[in-house]
């Protein structure tokens, strides 16, 4: 038996994908802590005190208090006078001026999702990627010439990262679909999507050390400086596909060409299904285009649940712009387990597409409860999730008075505990659904009550403790690990209702819900311009918490983890016929190809 390669290529692109990953996420989180020392809160808090010796509005916020206005609570006992003075930096930008610099990122990213899905689909999702990541680099590496000349530049260069962060996923998507083994989707997908979370871990206790210790443009230099490897390391090791890689070894080939082979044969036997209920769903002239899927058949909804499986971990379908509605309609790129590149690129692996474009249910989807169900749901977990992200280390900093580095550390601990918690809650709930015990819609229910109920509750806790610090961290920590129960929830729920149109549903949920990226730095900048008091800070948190309880009722009445009608589409065949083809057309047609692989491999 031949011996297979010391380190796989498939594991190389798994692990430089999360190290992407990680990279654009902590680029992303970086500024939130950097602007803490950026900032000079002793001028912010002479021009309050300015504004307020006028007869401005926020003159008795702080009046009967000898610590500066912009912090509520004491400072801790050592070294606090110290602690402060290090932590004044250059810029006077008032508190909306902050929220627009934290927001105009998300500018950015909103507008750059779906073009991504196509541009990488359409020619290398490879440079796509690499673009994406680079866009970043470079651009964070600019921030602090932009902040010294001004933050209208410092807004420009953070909008740019933006645009170059949100191709990234779609890309990804794409690269995955040739990358995972079935086999190991669930493991690769779940190591390469861990760079999301660990960015964050990693990037936030880093930049405090770094703003502490070298001072805030060490922030961006060191961290822009380090990722540049990434980007050359992927031009070496990376391809768009196995048989692209010119260095593969032929044992690993072989694996992803046999493991298609088995993924055709499952398609083939779901055809077979698919072409008995012809006659019942195709009327003369027009064809029911639909996923193989038939619930009531035990073989059938194995093969459904490892697909529901397939498409969370990163699968979610950003092909459907391009006809790739459903991994589950046949999968045109994985049909001849030929051992060798030239027949593989000779049959449309590269970007073969499982069946035509399907027309978009509009007025279906605009009527569908569960689908504003996931969007709501999607959209108030963002808001609550970019509060916890962009503003925290702000919190920690303006009303529990943490040292940069404390802040940096502490702000990291929720992080870690959310990676932790979502791995032990997703195998929980595959194991008491593998037991019968529980429904798909209970699974999706569950999960966002979980992420949104919880969270709620902290956010309610954090505001009743005030100053007390450690109270307020054990809080935060306990509300952003439960946030978790989203990737159970409402993020996998796209698949469940309509297999067709995932990557459609996905990428208008996703665009809605970005919206919070910029609404949420603006709103706390806002409330807490010239007024950072414990009384404002309520009024924030209080705030979350409806819209984390909004959540979760829109989702508890109107989700559904079951597939809806609109799924099954209806394509007139009278100005086109020779284009479509019927269920039964396809299963003849995967009969003829099994037996000529069969004749060529005897």
């Not at 036997?269 to 209920?277: G, T």
């Not at 006809?323 to 690129?345: I, S, V």
Request: net charge negative; aromatic share 10%; proline share 5%.
């Amino acid at each position: 038996m031949a011996k297979g390669p010391l380190i796989p290529a498939r594991y190389i692109f798994t692990a430089l994908v999360s190290i992407g990953l990680a990279i654009i996420y902590g680029l992303k989180v970086n500024l939130s802590v950097a602007i803490v020392v950026m900032i000079n809160s002793t001028e912010l808090a002479s021009m309050a005190l300015s504004e307020a010796s006028h007869g401005g509005h926020h003159g008795n916020a702080n009046e009967n208090g000898t610590a500066p206005p912009e912090f509520a609570c004491a400072a801790p006992v050592s070294h606090s006078n110290a602690t402060n003075t290090i932590q004044d930096g250059p810029f006077a930008w008032p508190e909306p001026v902050q929220g627009l610099v934290l927001s105009s990122y998300f500018w950015g990213y909103l507008l750059t999702q779906i073009p991504g899905g196509m541009i990488a689909e359409k020619y290398s999702a490879k440079w796509v990627i690499w673009a994406s990541v680079l866009v970043n680099v470079v651009f964070t590496i600019l921030t602090p010439l932009a902040a010294n000349i001004s933050y209208i530049a410092v807004l420009v260069v953070r909008f740019i990262e933006g645009l170059g962060a949100g191709v990234s996923l779609p890309a990804i998507h794409v690269m995955l679909t040739k990358w995972v083994l079935p086999q190991e989707r669930n493991l690769m997908s779940s190591l390469a999507y861990a760079g999301m979370a660990l960015g964050t871990v990693i990037s936030l206790p880093f930049s405090g050390i770094l703003a502490a210790a070298l001072g805030w443009e060490a922030v961006f230099y060191v961290q822009g400086g380090l990722s540049m490897i990434w980007c050359v390391l992927w031009l070496i090791f990376v391809f768009d596909s196995p048989e692209d890689h010119p260095r593969i070894h032929p044992v690993e080939l072989e694996l992803f060409e046999t493991s298609m082979h088995h993924d055709d044969h499952e398609s083939h036997e779901a055809s077979k299904e698919a072409a008995q209920l012809e006659d019942h769903n195709i009327t003369e002239g027009s064809v029911v285009v639909m996923t193989p899927v038939i619930p009531d058949k035990p073989n059938a909804q194995k093969r459904r649940n490892s697909h529901q499986g397939h498409h969370w971990h990163g699968f979610h379908g950003w092909h459907g712009f391009h006809g790739w509605h459903g991994w589950h309609a046949g999968h045109k790129h994985h049909e001849h387990p030929k051992l060798h590149k030239e027949h593989l690129k000779k049959n449309g692996h590269h970007g073969g597409h499982g069946h035509p474009d399907l027309p978009i249910p509009w007025k279906a989807l605009a009527t569908s409860g569960p689908f504003w169900a996931i969007l709501v749901a999607h959209s108030c977990s963002n808001f609550g999730w970019y509060m916890l992200l962009v503003e925290l280390p702000t919190y920690m900093k303006a009303i529990l008075r943490f040292n940069i580095s404390q802040n940096a550390g502490l702000s990291a601990i929720p992080y870690v505990c959310l990676w932790v918690f979502s791995i032990i809650w997703s195998n929980r709930l595959d194991w008491a659904k593998s037991k019968g015990w529980i429904t798909t819609t209970t699974v999706r229910k569950l999960s966002t009550a979980i992420a949104s109920l919880f969270p709620a509750a902290c956010f309610v806790g954090v505001s009743l403790v005030g100053c007390d610090r450690q109270a307020a961290v054990a809080l935060m920590t306990v509300g952003t690990m439960f946030v978790a129960g989203m990737y159970c929830g409402f993020l996998t729920n796209h698949v469940d209702i309509a297999p067709n149109y995932a990557g459609t549903l996905m990428a208008f949920t996703n665009t809605a819900a970005t919206i919070p990226g910029f609404i949420v730095p603006a709103f706390v900048g806002h409330l807490t311009h010239g007024n950072q008091t414990l009384g404002q800070w309520q009024i924030i948190f209080f705030t979350t918490a409806a819209v984390f309880v909004l959540e979760f009722v829109v989702y508890t009445v109107f989700a559904s983890g079951e597939e809806q009608p609109w799924n099954h589409v209806v394509v007139d065949q009278k100005p086109a016929l020779e284009k479509h083809i019927t269920a039964k057309e396809v299963h003849h047609e995967s009969e003829s190809e099994q037996l000529e692989g069969k004749a060529e491999n005897p």
